[in-house]
């Protein structure tokens, strides 16, 4: 005879342990942007009641992100791990692509969807007017007119 009450606690488990996805690594939210990871982590200095279930995603979960202390880690396909230096997180004036180097001085368009983001994490400016960005999930070294950068976070 089947025992449900097993079965039951079992699915439970099962469905647990896949949601408790080991890449919040403590963050109450987690976003992959492609080319970076966010997470954000609870501020002891600030008391909030986080939001269940869908209300803390999307246009509802940026109406609180002052509250928490932001965290940017380099996207690859495993969890990461390797944290970005806030100084190396860019504010974007906008309007600009992201590139692929084919040569010495060639680059093309790599995606047209940098509007997504914010910012972006540029690991080191060349003479020549580019920035490489930190390594992503797309295992490409890609590129931006350092003219399309703002400003480095603050840390604050």
């Known amino acids: 005879m ?14 647990i342990t896949g949601c408790s996805d080991v890449k919040f690594l403590g963050a109450k939210h987690y976003s992959n942007k492609m080319i ?8 002891p200095d600030i008391k909030i009641s986080i939001p ?6 999307g246009a509802s979960a940026e109406k609180l992100k002052e509250k928490f202390i932001i965290k940017y880690y380099i996207s690859d396909d495993k969890h990461s791990l390797i944290e970005i230096a806030y100084k190396d997180m860019w504010t974007l004036k906008g309007g600009d692509y992201l590139y692929i180097k084919t040569g010495e001085n060639l680059f ?4 047209e969807r940098l509007y997504l983001w914010n910012v972006i994490p540029v690991k080191e400016c060349y003479k020549n007017g580019w920035c490489q960005t930190y390594p992503n999930w797309y295992n490409e070294t890609l ?9 480095p976070l603050s840390g604050e």
């Open 2 to 15: 089947i025992n449900f009450k097993m079965i039951s606690l079992i699915s439970l488990g099962i469905i």
């Open 36 to 43: 970076y990871t966010e997470r954000w982590f609870v501020n």
């Open 52 to 57: 269940s279930g869908t209300e803390f995603y």
């Open 108 to 111: 093309i368009k790599f995606d």
């Open 143 to 151: 590129y931006i007119k350092k003219s399309s950068l703002d400003k």
